[in-house]
T-cell receptor
Framework: EADIYQTPRYLVIGTGKKITLECSQT?????MYWYQQDPGMELHLIHY???????EKGDLSSESTVSRIRTEHFPLTLESARPSHTSQYLC???????????????FGPGTRLTVL | AQKITQTQPGMFVQEKEAVTLDCTYD???????LFWYKQPSSGEMIFLIY??????QNATEGRYSLNFQKARKSANLVISASQLGDSAMYFC????????????FGKGTKLTVNP
């Protein structure tokens, strides 16, 4: 069973606030990912990381930023939240390709963000 | 071009019956992986089953099996003996080896299991 955690689970915040969504995993996985998902829709990759000090933008343009200072921690930050940022944000991690189960991404429980 | 297509926005099945959720994919990469995830109303994504492009046999995990037809580029999920707790969104996803190993998701199928 995957051990990946996200906080907060739910967040309601006003426009213009700075927010950080936390994601941590205890599996020692090198790769971590952030996805954005609107209700009832598919997931879109917004950021990913192959390891410490490695971050890349995903397929969907996002105003958020990420950092990867520690293997286990991959926070996502919005400097100035807007109503268009209202969505669910899902964090995932996976081991190196070629290791057992390395292909599989395991997801955290998600953060449902509402910006008023 | 959409790489993962799930043509069934919604499916209904009676409890204890089997159901097939369709997924077709598009890739020119000879090495790829196919995944199915379940997303209950609580929002988390639960990994169900994986099929590698070079796997000779269809993947199975308990009540889940993957009907992999490589020539047709389809990877349908079969759930046997449906349970009420199977009601959820189901997403098919593909990872292309030649790229950055990112997952591309389909739009999902909402499965409802009726008692």
């Amino acid at each position: 069973e995957a051990d990946i955690y996200q906080t907060p689970r739910y967040l309601v915040i006003g426009t213009g606030k700075k927010i950080t969504l936390e994601c941590s995993q205890t599996m020692g996985h090198d790769k971590m990912y952030w996805y954005q998902q609107d209700p009832g829709m598919e997931l879109h990759l917004i950021h990913y990381s192959y390891g410490v000090n490695s971050t890349e933008k995903g397929d969907l343009s996002s105003e958020s930023t990420v950092s990867r200072i520690r293997t286990e921690h991959f926070p996502l930050t919005l400097e100035s939240a807007r109503p268009s940022h209202t969505s669910q944000y899902l964090c995932a991690s996976s081991a190196k390709y070629g290791t057992e189960g390395g292909d599989t991404q395991y997801f955290g429980p998600g953060t449902r963000l509402t910006v008023l | 071009a959409q790489k993962i297509t799930q043509t069934q926005p919604g499916m209904f099945v009676q409890e204890k019956e089997a159901v097939t959720l369709d997924c077709t994919y598009d890739t020119s990469d000879p090495s790829y992986g196919l995944f199915w995830y379940k997303q209950p109303s609580s929002g988390e994504m639960i990994f169900l089953i994986y099929q590698g492009s070079y796997d000779q046999q269809n993947a199975t995990e308990g009540r889940y099996s993957l009907n992999f037809q490589k020539a047709r580029k389809s990877a349908n999920l079969v759930i046997s003996a449906s349970q009420l707790g199977d009601s959820a969104m189901y997403f098919c996803a593909m990872r292309e080896q030649g790229g950055s190993e990112k997952l591309v998701f389909g739009k999902g199928t909402k499965l409802t299991v009726n008692p």
